[in-house]
């Protein structure tokens, strides 16, 4: 049984960087694109980034362009988020997932790791 679990997460004071990391186990991920998403309180869940099965694509939310790093390593059957120059606003759970293709369904949800801005 496929199961996602998230780490990284934590408080951060504005500016600084956090790597969110998140490990598959019970299944191989090789031929599937992976996402990061995110809810901040009050807020519905928003695609942030994604990752093709190749990692020859990428795609990012207009808000983190440039600030976002999406990378995978297949061989760990892991899949990463480099998060730089954080604000106050990108405070959320981040939870990775598994999807067919990038704006494809998810297939699968990761548990969840809270990221909190703040000084």
């Known amino acids: 049984q496929l199961q996602l679990v998230e780490s990284g997460g934590g408080l951060v004071q504005p500016g600084g960087s956090l790597r969110l990391s998140c490990a598959a186990s019970g299944f191989n991920l090789d031929y599937y694109a992976l996402g990061w998403f995110r809810q901040a309180p009050g807020k519905e869940r928003e695609g942030v980034s994604c990752?093709?099965?190749?990692?020859?694509?990428?795609k990012y939310v207009d808000s983190v362009k440039g600030r976002f790093t999406i990378s995978r390593d297949n061989a760990k059957n892991t899949v990463y988020l480099q998060m730089n120059s954080l604000k106050p606003e990108d405070t959320a759970i981040y939870y990775c997932?598994?999807?067919?293709?990038?704006?494809?369904?998810?297939?699968?949800w990761g548990q969840g790791t809270q990221v909190t801005v703040s000084s």
């Open positions: 997932a598994v999807q067919n293709y990038c704006s494809g369904p998810v297939t699968s």
């Open positions: 990752i093709s099965s190749t990692g020859g694509s990428t």
